[in-house]
């Protein structure tokens, strides 16, 4: 297996323990650039992210985090964005990730103004920018996201919570369901033995 020394939290701890535990040959990818690559993904690869009625095309194993919600942020300095509905929000410039869970969300619920990048390190740029007058992204991301473009605290707040959504691992859908089976039985006996929380 192939393992990425720059990708660090839960989710990918859990990916080293399903290779070694369930003795899987796989290359785990990180999230990044995901849903590009997934069209190329080898009959091993495995990943983490998150579950949507799009991505059914995945061999899904099991939940590897809590859920999380998805919201819609703007500059604080904005007074005149208000958003109490998904209504409301159509109206502005909606900047997301690229074929990410967040872009389908705005796809499928009618959002037309959209601005899409492939490295969310730009959005939060591109709302100081005024290039953009909102920006979706996962709650549990932004203080990391915040800390390492260096805004202080408070410039970009909270306006509408979209949706939420599930963290789980996923297998490319040409893995052979042998591959599969193992994997989630590695899953069950981690969860079992208390070395990873039921969700």
């Given at each position: 297996a192939k393992f990425l020394p720059s990708v660090v939290g839960f989710a990918?701890?859990?990916?080293?323990?399903?290779?070694?535990?369930?003795?899987?040959?796989?290359?785990?990818?990180?999230?990044v650039k995901l849903a590009r690559l997934r069209d190329g993904l080898a009959p091993s690869d495995i990943v983490a992210i998150s579950r949507s009625m799009m991505r059914m095309r995945f061999k899904w194993v099991g939940q590897v985090a809590a859920a999380d919600k998805s919201s819609f942020y703007k500059l604080s300095s904005r007074a005149d964005i208000s958003v109490k509905s998904l209504d409301d929000a159509r109206k502005y410039v909606i900047g997301a990730n690229i074929d990410s869970d967040?872009?389908?969300?705005?796809?499928?619920?009618?959002?037309?103004?959209?601005?899409?990048?492939?490295?969310?390190?730009?959005?939060?740029?591109?709302?100081?920018?005024?290039?953009?007058?909102?920006?979706?992204?996962?709650?549990?991301?932004?203080?990391?996201?915040?800390?390492?473009?260096?805004?202080p605290a408070g410039e970009i707040v909270k306006v509408f919570t979209a949706y939420e959504s599930r963290p789980f691992m996923a297998f490319s859908n040409s893995t052979s369901d042998e591959i599969v089976a193992r994997a989630v039985a590695a899953y069950n006996e981690l969860k079992a033995e208390g070395g990873i929380a039921a969700f």
């Open positions: 990918y701890d859990l990916l080293r323990y399903e290779y070694y535990l369930g003795n899987i040959g796989s290359l785990v990818q990180p999230l967040k872009h389908q969300f705005l796809v499928k619920n009618g959002f037309e103004s959209l601005s899409l990048v492939s490295d969310q390190s730009l959005s939060p740029k591109q709302l100081r920018a005024g290039h953009i007058d909102l920006w979706i992204m996962h709650d549990v991301n932004m203080e990391a996201i915040m800390r390492d473009a260096k805004f």
